[in-house]
């Protein structure tokens, strides 16, 4: 191969990477555009169905987003999930989300209302613990502060055997493990499956408390 195929080749290369970098960036900023237009909100009677500790759901904005939901092809289109706080008339979200989405990224407490405001309308799901007690609830928001004092950042490496860094799923499934003792994540032959949404709603030990993928009600 002469150097100037070579060159060529080169030229070539790098020019599909920076048009795949534009790409991406002119999705984002699109997608942004909505999120920054979006008001979608859960209705208070859907609220009052909310428990502490319940697991939410949601399909947000973004090429990223985009990408895990139709990679998964799963029953529902999800692409992040996290675990609902709820004191007196709060209601809060933990999660681990990447800088890609927000400025302050890995764990992190966020108000429910910005959370669903950055998920795409009717996408929203909450699942809940069947057996869940009061004592594991407490143990739970124990893990929740400690965890959000630790400041631990998203893992992009989704190791899920490195608990210094977590994802979204990892978060949810080590809290749950260590307050309730109940793997959560649970696909095909009992294993835990923590990149994939459907091992969780599908959990024979978790009952749908709301799901406006199904049942598409109105939310403002």
């Not at 209302?113 to 057996?131: A, E, H, M």
């Amino acid at each position: 191969m002469t150097k100037r195929i070579v060159v060529i080749l080169l030229i070539i290369s790098f020019l599909l990477i920076v048009s795949y970098i534009y790409y991406v960036y002119q999705y984002n900023t699109n997608a942004k555009k909505q999120e920054q237009k979006s008001t979608y909100m859960l209705h208070a009677q859907v609220k009052n169905k909310i428990q502490d500790g319940d697991i939410i759901l949601r399909n947000g904005f973004g090429w990223i987003s985009d990408k895990i939901s139709a990679h998964l092809n799963e029953t529902f289109n999800i692409s992040h999930c996290g675990i609902i706080r709820k004191k007196e008339t709060s209601l809060q979200v933990l999660h681990s989300e990447s800088s890609s989405i927000l400025s302050n990224e890995g764990v992190q407490l966020q108000n429910l209302d910005d959370f669903t405001k950055t998920s795409k309308k009717n996408s929203i799901i909450i699942l809940r613990l069947k057996k869940i007690t009061s004592s594991q609830i407490k143990k739970m928001d124990q893990l929740i502060d400690l965890y959000v004092k630790q400041d631990i950042k998203f893992d992009y490496k989704f190791d899920s055997k490195d608990s210094i860094k977590m994802f979204c799923t990892e978060l949810v499934w080590n809290i749950y493990k260590n307050a309730t003792h109940t793997k959560i994540f649970i696909g095909k032959n009992n294993k835990p499956n923590l990149l994939q949404f459907n091992s969780l709603y599908q959990n024979p030990n978790l009952k749908i408390i709301i799901n406006q993928q199904l049942t598409n009600k109105k939310a403002f």
